[in-house]
Nanobody, 120 residues
Framework: QVQLVESGGGLVQPGGSLRLSCAAS????????MGWYRQAPGEERELVAA???????NSADSVKGRFTISRDNAKNTVYLQMNSLKPEDTAVYYC??????????????WGQGTQVTISS
């Protein structure tokens, strides 16, 4: 069984910072891309940022220059450092990973989601 467990969400004022973490655990053979998506009320889920095993990254235009994605392959963990937060960043943030477990082929896994609220 593979799980993604997120942490780090919360309430912060505009201009503030938050750091999200997501750790993958279980019978993991390999992890390819890891990333973060978000979904605001009434909106579709959208990609925030992603990072490959080799460290290549891509991110949404709306967060470029403010959010930084990184990962620790030894810990099977991906991070999202969010700076200069805006009210429009308010959403549930979901961790994503493409994982090959010991007994199956590659599959997509999602975390349970963590609420990020930007408000004064």
């Amino acid at each position: 069984q593979v799980q993604l467990v997120e942490s780090g969400g919360g309430l912060v004022q505009p201009g503030g910072s938050l750091r999200l973490s997501c750790a993958a655990s279980g019978r993991i053979s390999d992890i390819n891309t890891m990333g973060w998506y978000r979904q605001a009320p009434g909106e579709e889920r959208e990609l925030v940022a992603a990072i490959t095993k080799g460290g290549s990254t891509n991110s949404a235009d709306s967060v470029k220059g403010r959010f930084t994605i990184s990962r620790d392959n030894a810990k099977n963990t991906v991070y999202l450092q969010m700076n200069s937060l805006k009210p429009e960043d308010t959403a549930v943030y979901y961790c994503y990973a493409r994982i090959r477990s010991y007994f199956s082929a590659w599959d997509d896994y999602w975390g349970q989601g963590t609420q990020v609220t930007i408000s004064s």
